[in-house]
């Protein structure tokens, strides 16, 4: 149980487009979900938490403007990342629990993101 | 917000010796205590955790240790097999958000 599925894994795209990434909670409802980046060789940075419902939560130095997200029912996460750039290209991952604002989290496969 | 350090940033050892590395966090106020295991280009997969009212646990070649006096914790790998090889993370959490460590890339020498 406590399966979170991503969408798509792997998108290559040009300078300037925008790309929208998925985040599902197959088995479980999830009234809040989390976005991570990784770059190359470095570790986990959350970037925002994602609120059924409401309006996400960013982190400092994240622009909300840039990195769109939408959180339109309890199994659906969406993070839009406008005007894509090279710098964005990294490695997004989501992560969502059964038990709101509970632990462990579910982290789904990740979607490696390359802008050309 | 909580700053989490890990060491060492790699770890080399031979097939069948253990595996130690450490972490330690900064709010007093953390909680929960989680170790994962990533493979190149794959999720982050849940090795083990343990919570603040617990100093030890163990789940058959993996165990972690905490000591909330000192604010650190840290994963055991004994009998390391070549799978073992990966890059792990600690993390900590006073509420519902993950800070991690830095990483630690294991190699198991065959």
């Known amino acids: 149980g406590a399966v979170v599925s991503q969408h798509p894994s792997w998108v290559i795209c040009k300078s300037g487009t925008s790309v929208k990434i998925e985040c599902r909670s197959l088995?479980?409802?999830?009234?809040?979900m989390f976005w991570y980046r990784q770059f190359p060789k470095q570790s986990l940075m959350l970037m925002a938490t994602s609120n059924e419902g409401s309006k996400a939560t960013y982190e400092q130095g994240v622009e909300k403007d840039k990195f769109l997200i939408n959180h339109a029912s309890l199994t659906l996460s969406t993070l839009t990342v406008t005007s894509a750039h090279p710098e964005d290209s990294s490695f997004y991952i989501c992560?969502?629990?059964?038990?709101?604002?509970?632990?462990?989290?579910?982290f789904g496969d990740g979607t490696r993101l390359s802008i050309l | 917000g909580e700053n989490v350090e890990q060491h060492p940033s790699t770890l080399s050892v031979q097939e069948g010796d253990s595996a130690v590395i450490k972490c330690t966090y900064s709010d007093s106020a953390s909680n929960y205590f989680p170790w994962y295991k990533q493979e190149l280009g794959k999720r982050p997969q849940l090795i083990i955790d343990i919570r603040s009212n617990v100093g030890e646990k163990k789940d058959q070649r993996i165990a972690v240790t905490l000591n909330k006096t000192a604010k650190h914790f840290s994963l055991h790998i004994t009998e390391t097999q070549p799978e073992d090889s990966a890059v792990y993370f600690c993390a900590a959490s006073n509420d519902y958000k993950l800070s991690f460590g830095a990483g630690t890339t294991v190699t198991v020498r065959a």
């Open positions: 992560s969502a629990s059964p038990n709101p604002r509970a632990q462990p989290q579910h």
């Open positions: 088995d479980f409802q999830a009234t809040t």
